[in-house]
Each structure stands twice: as C-alpha cells, then as structure tokens.
C-alpha cells in the first residue's frame, strides 16, 4: 500500500473544486518515490518549480493538504536513504537527478 499525491491547480477556496489536477506521484513503503511523468513535466527539478508556481496546493489522497516545502523535504530525506528500492523495467526512467519516474498510468 502506498499514498498517491496530487497538484491541484486554483482550488476554490470554499467548495475545494480545482481548474486541474496532475498526479504527482506515490509513496510506498520500502520504495522510493515514484514519479508520474506528464508531457510537460518529467523531472523532479520541473516539478520543484511546477510546486512554486501560484494558485497550486498538493494534496495526498486523503484529501490533506501538504506544504509544498514539507512536500519536497519528505521527498529528499526518502532518497537519501539508501535501503529504498528503485523502479526499473519498461515504462520507468531515472531522471537526471536520479529521481524515478514512470509514464505509465498510476492505478
């Protein structure tokens, strides 16, 4: 089991309806985080800036709401431990900061 987490673009402040959502990625015990790529983001340094941008909030799939600086931390303390397993096999890539990545569909 895992937890997906998710950038949600322009929430509504009342009702939490957003113009957009991207998957970021999931979380899995043992792993390291894996990263959904997207035609327009498909490293970690994209989505660090993707995550600076105004009007995005992240979001696990709980519906908590997580600090985009608490967000990038708790990614770069899982790399750095050096006991996570790594994604491989056809659909999965390392990006040049050795973050792992996957175009495939999260399910």
Known sequence: MGTNYYARYSPCPTCGRCSAEKHIGKLSAGWRFLFQAHRDISS?????????????????????????????K???????NPRMEAHAGEGFYIDSDGYDFTWREFS
């Open 44 to 72: 970690y340094s994209e989505w660090k800036d993707e995550f600076d941008k105004k009007g995005i909030e992240i979001y696990d799939e709980y519906n908590d709401k997580v600090p985009p600086d608490d967000f990038k």
């Open 74 to 80: 708790m990614i770069e303390m899982n790399y750095e």
